[in-house]
């Protein structure tokens, strides 16, 4: 139900009860498409997985599932059935209980398939039309590897980013993940970015992929410090403010992922870190002194992709850090890239 290029689980209840509802009227359903595993016969679901998990749910067979055994709601057609689960249907109204048991499924096969690349292709050419992928759900298509499976495992139980995208289950739309590769990126290859983000972030999953046995220790390292970071910034600047703009009186109301940028690359250093957890004043006066520059200001709400913009948001929170005496990183712009002179 869930290989690496699949989406996570994105449906609310009223939509898994309007595929119920659907189904009880007769109305068509779109296909199934899976492949067939040629060694032992089973099968990988490459488009309906939404569907799929939707009935195994109402039918109270996913088990550990927060939706298993869900009752239905905001049906419009059949709105007697409005608040009852499976159990309840098959009590009250049997032969609707028998209409979604007996409805078929049209099923599309894919046999023998030589390798991931093809299903990849397939997900994505069935996902691309009227649902938009959101760039890191494309991301998880179009570039498997061992990288990105470990990513996307890895996100789905760290206590920072379910912290910062809060819920009973992972974001659905892989924000958490897009965050996380957006960190290790300017970690890693900062001085390679070149104004275009998605073809960085792009590149930074690729490169990671084929390089992941060298590369995986480099990576624990930089999530172990985005955690410890995190933690730092909240110690700082609240939940209330943790990555949002200063507006000179208020912290804005929403998280500000280039404000992310600037006060996690800064973290790398670890008198910085330090400062987080034991000057915190002189830490978030820093920022606010930061917020008032005209060219922080901008990299921040403005522009934010370019190269520019991006060493704007991070060099000038870092000198403000450097004039209240804390440890900080240095950096450069030669040429249009970002030379990281200390760390």
């Given at each position: 139900m869930?290989?690496?290029?699949?989406?996570?689980?994105?449906?609310?209840v009223?939509?898994?009860?309007?595929l119920?509802?659907?189904?009880?009227?007769?109305?068509?359903?779109?296909?199934?498409t899976?492949?067939e595993?040629?060694?032992?016969?089973?099968f990988?679901?490459?488009d309906g997985?939404?569907?799929?998990?939707?009935?195994t749910?109402?039918?109270?067979?996913?088990?550990?599932?927060?939706?298993?055994e869900?009752?239905?709601?905001?049906?419009?057609?059949?709105t007697?059935?409005n608040?009852?689960?499976?159990?309840d249907?098959?009590?009250?109204?049997?032969k609707?209980?028998?209409?979604?048991?007996n409805?078929?499924?049209?099923?599309?096969i894919?046999?023998?398939?030589?390798?991931?690349e093809?299903?990849?292709?397939?997900?994505?050419?069935?996902n691309?039309?009227?649902?938009?992928?959101?760039?890191?759900?494309l991301r998880?298509?179009?570039?498997?590897g061992?990288?990105?499976?470990?990513?996307s495992?890895?996100c789905e139980?760290s206590?920072?980013?379910?912290?910062?995208?809060?819920g009973?289950?992972p974001?659905?739309r892989?924000?958490d993940?897009?965050l996380?590769?957006?960190?290790?990126?300017?970690?890693?290859?900062?001085s390679?970015?070149?104004?275009?983000?998605?073809r960085?972030?792009d590149?930074?999953?690729q490169r990671?992929?084929d390089?992941?046995d060298?590369?995986?220790n480099?990576?624990?390292k930089?999530?172990?410090?985005m955690?410890?970071?995190?933690?730092?910034?909240?110690?700082a600047?609240?939940?209330?403010?943790?990555?949002?703009?200063w507006?000179?009186?208020?912290?804005?109301?929403?998280?500000?992922?280039?404000?992310?940028?600037s006060?996690?690359?800064?973290?790398?250093?670890?008198?910085?870190?330090?400062?987080?957890?034991?000057?915190?004043?002189?830490?978030?006066?820093?920022?606010?002194?930061?917020?008032s520059?005209p060219?922080?200001?901008?990299?921040?709400?403005?522009?934010t992709?370019?190269?520019?913009?991006?060493?704007?948001?991070?060099?000038?929170?870092?000198e403000?850090?450097?004039k209240a005496?804390?440890?900080?990183?240095?950096?450069?712009?030669v040429?249009?890239?970002?030379?990281?002179v200390?760390?």
């Amino acid at each position: 139900m869930s290989p690496d290029f699949q989406r996570r689980e994105a449906w609310t209840v009223k939509a898994k009860s309007l595929l119920v509802e659907s189904i009880l009227l007769n109305f068509p359903v779109p296909a199934v498409t899976l492949a067939e595993r040629r060694d032992n016969s089973t099968f990988i679901v490459v488009d309906g997985k939404q569907r799929l998990t939707t009935l195994t749910q109402f039918l109270g067979e996913l088990h550990g599932s927060q939706f298993n055994e869900f009752k239905l709601s905001g049906l419009t057609q059949i709105t007697r059935l409005n608040g009852m689960s499976y159990k309840d249907i098959c009590l009250q109204y049997p032969k609707d209980a028998s209409v979604l048991e007996n409805y078929p499924i049209r099923t599309n096969i894919i046999r023998g398939w030589k390798n991931d690349e093809v299903l990849f292709s397939v997900f994505h050419r069935l996902n691309s039309g009227s649902v938009k992928l959101s760039p890191q759900e494309l991301r998880q298509s179009l570039r498997p590897g061992k990288f990105i499976s470990f990513i996307s495992a890895y996100c789905e139980e760290s206590p920072a980013l379910r912290s910062i995208f809060p819920g009973s289950e992972p974001d659905f739309r892989m924000r958490d993940v897009e965050l996380a590769i957006r960190f290790i990126s300017l970690a890693l290859f900062i001085s390679e970015y070149a104004g275009d983000l998605k073809r960085h972030l792009d590149t930074t999953v690729q490169r990671l992929n084929d390089e992941w046995d060298v590369r995986k220790n480099d990576v624990a390292k930089i999530l172990a410090r985005m955690e410890d970071g995190y933690q730092a910034s909240v110690n700082a600047f609240g939940l209330s403010g943790v990555y949002r703009k200063w507006n000179g009186t208020n912290w804005e109301a929403r998280t500000n992922r280039a404000v992310f940028d600037s006060i996690m690359f800064v973290i790398l250093n670890d008198g910085a870190l330090k400062a987080f957890n034991v000057d915190k004043l002189k830490v978030v006066d820093a920022f606010k002194a930061a917020c008032s520059v005209p060219a922080f200001r901008d990299a921040v709400e403005k522009t934010t992709k370019t190269t520019e913009a991006l060493f704007a948001r991070i060099n000038v929170f870092a000198e403000e850090l450097t004039k209240a005496g804390i440890d900080a990183p240095q950096l450069s712009l030669v040429n249009n890239r970002i030379v990281v002179v200390k760390i």
